[in-house]
Nanobody, 121 residues
Framework: AQFVESGGGLVQVGGSLRLSCAPSSTGIIFNIYNMAWYRQAPGQARELVAEISTGEAPNYADSVKGRFTISRDNKKKTLYLQMNSLRTEDTAVYFC??????????????WGPGTLVTVSS
């Protein structure tokens, strides 16, 4: 099963977007995993943006601290990313997937198509 992301779009600098992500099938036991948002900008490697533990403790990349908020709804098996004060450097395709400490090979089986966020000046 893959994750399916939604909520991306075109927004101006300083604007906000809320991304959502859910597994494409019911086979994933969502609530037992730490979950994370990642992003990949054109020509760059995928990077970790934010992570949330099973106990809902968040952790953020320095570049988004104070602007992004990660949350999860285990009953709905849905992960969220509220993005405020967006900057042009936030332009990227955003993905959700398992956070640490799963093996990369396991995570690789679950990448979805991502959702494109474009921040224009």
């Amino acid at each position: 099963a893959q994750f399916v992301e939604s909520g991306g779009g075109l927004v101006q600098v300083g604007g906000s977007l809320r991304l959502s992500c859910a597994p494409s099938s019911t086979g994933i036991i969502f609530n037992i995993y730490n979950m994370a948002w990642y992003r990949q900008a054109p020509g760059q490697a995928r990077e970790l943006v934010a992570e949330i533990s099973t106990g809902e403790a968040p952790n953020y990349a320095d570049s988004v601290k104070g602007r992004f908020t990660i949350s999860r709804d285990n009953k709905k098996k849905t992960l969220y990313l509220q993005m405020n004060s967006l900057r042009t450097e936030d332009t990227a395709v955003y993905f959700c997937n398992f956070g640490a400490p799963v093996l990369d090979s396991f995570r690789d089986e679950h990448w979805g198509p991502g959702t494109l966020v474009t921040v224009s000046s």
